[in-house]
């Protein structure tokens, strides 16, 4: 590791430590200490995304030999917790067996994958992913152990955020690369050096920063400077890393915390706000910078993703019923990734897979419109339901327009930490209610 990767490293930490001493921060700390082998697990296997990206072949090459070293580990860690304790597949829910039937389906796959190596390794990770989510769904016991996943994400995204700001300050030349298409003021995109983080990936983990800490800040209504600190450093890290779905996601993720949490007049004022900054300029700074630099007949091509998307959906209806093998668009069409989830998906395992690839989204949005927040939920069984529809909002923008939770990506250890979590969060709120109506009818009895 060179010394200005290093320096990255370090500045980022001593940010986070920083942090988590006021404020919110210290909210993140408390989850850390009060589940400490827990959260350093949780750290460990996100950050295996990350392990495979290096400056020369043969780094990279040597990092992806840590990664499967790392996988291997975890998938026998995962395993043997989940096979000694079978009420992890109960406590996980049904979302995380239909993600379990969707990684055993990539495998199988490999018996008409046009590479069944790759696909068998990529399934592999998948299911490792799987089974992890599985095994972390046994520290679930209550609302206490939902809400210690989401500060554990919340800290992770901080740190990432950090990371990539300190990459544009020590390093800004490969931080953020001039552009060889688009040209003009807007035509820039900051990228995460070290670890190497996508403009798109950048922009989202920023955006679920900023939505989480809004999230605690109004349900708990604590406006404390460093919570806004941790705002603003969200806010200029999704502003350099300019990924447009990603701050649509944060913007819809916003809109229902403010329409849902009731708060009407704060809605209002920023509407007013909005509407008189685009009388004064304001809309055609947005659409310079939601241009990027591009041509008006690129953008309205989703950045030449309609017309590839054209080609991709004539290799689907080449095996429409269970496609060409998981990871299949590698060898086909010579990418790791079609710019759609749910359109590689179906590349891949076809209409089948799909079914079963969507089955735990819609489980997830039953859950969350099950247990919908009313004037009796409490303020910090609030505070998780709008932070986990944050997370989930601004995952499914993102599958629209990018590689997500369909293979091995940071978003995949995401969305099995958001299946486990909703379903913990819906069984511990019914399980709430329910007390609440016995304790009433017994009481009613004893008037009686």
């Known amino acids: 590791m060179g010394f200005k990767y290093f320096l990255i490293v370090f500045f980022s930490i001593i940010s986070c430590l920083i942090i988590c001493q006021f404020g919110i921060g210290k909210q993140w700390k408390h989850s850390l200490l009060k589940y400490k082998w827990q959260s350093l697990l949780l750290i460990v296997w996100f950050g295996s995304v990350f392990l495979g ?4 072949i043969e780094e990279a090459n040597h990092l992806r030999t840590y990664r499967a070293i790392i996988l291997g580990c975890l998938g026998l860690l995962a395993t043997c917790g989940v096979l000694t304790r079978f009420s992890c597949f109960r406590k996980s829910g049904n979302g995380a067996l239909w993600f379990l039937l969707y990684a055993f389906f990539g495998m199988v796959s490999a018996v008409y994958s046009p590479d069944y190596v790759i696909t068998l390794w990529k399934s592999f990770e998948v299911f490792v992913f799987v089974v992890m989510g599985v095994y972390i769904s046994r520290f679930i016991n209550d609302i206490e152990g939902v809400r210690w996943i989401v500060d554990i994400i919340s800290l992770i995204m901080l740190y990432l955020v950090f990371s990539i700001m300190y990459g544009v300050i020590i390093v800004p030349a490969e931080a953020m690369p001039a552009f060889s298409v688009s040209k003009g003021a807007m035509a820039f995109a900051a990228y995460g050096v070290f670890p190497a983080i996508n403009a798109n990936s950048g922009t989202q983990y920023a955006a679920i920063l ?5 999230n605690y800040i109004f349900s708990l209504k604590k406006y404390s400077f460093i919570s806004m600190l941790v705002i603003g450093i969200g806010c200029i890290t999704l502003i350099l890393t300019h990924s447009r779905t990603s701050i649509l996601g944060l913007v819809l993720a916003v ?6 949490g009731r708060h009407y007049i704060l809605a209002g004022l920023l509407g007013v706000i909005i509407f008189t900054g685009m009388l004064f300029g304001l809309g055609d700074l947005s659409k310079a910078y939601f241009y990027r630099g591009q041509s008006e007949a690129v953008f309205s091509t989703m950045s030449g993703r309609l017309d590839f998307w054209e080609i991709v959906w004539n290799v689907f209806l080449q095996s429409p019923i269970v ?6 668009q590698k060898a086909i069409l010579g990418t790791s990734t079609v710019d759609n989830t749910y359109l590689q998906v179906l590349v891949n395992l076809g209409v089948v897979g799909l079914f079963i690839f969507l089955m735990p989204i819609f ?3 039953r859950q969350l419109l099950k247990t919908y927040p009313n004037k009796l939920t409490e303020t910090t069984e609030k505070l998780v339901w709008f932070q986990l529809s944050s997370i989930f909002i601004i995952l499914i923008m993102r ?3 990018g590689p997500t939770f369909q293979d091995f990506h940071s978003n995949l250890c995401l969305m099995m930490l958001l299946i486990v979590s909703v379903n913990g969060y819906k069984n511990i709120i019914i399980k709430g209610r329910m007390d ?5 009818k017994n009481s009613m009895e004893k008037i009686k």
Not at 255 to 260: A, D, E, H, Q
Not at 436 to 440: F, G, P, Y
């Open 210 to 214: 900023i939505s989480l800490s809004l």
């Open 255 to 260: 809109s229902v915390m403010l329409i849902v």
């Open 363 to 365: 489980k997830i949005t």
């Open 323 to 328: 496609g060409h093998g998981f990871y299949a």
């Open 399 to 401: 599958s629209l327009t």
């Open 436 to 440: 609440v109506k016995s304790d009433l």
């Open 53 to 56: 990206g290096g400056e020369t």
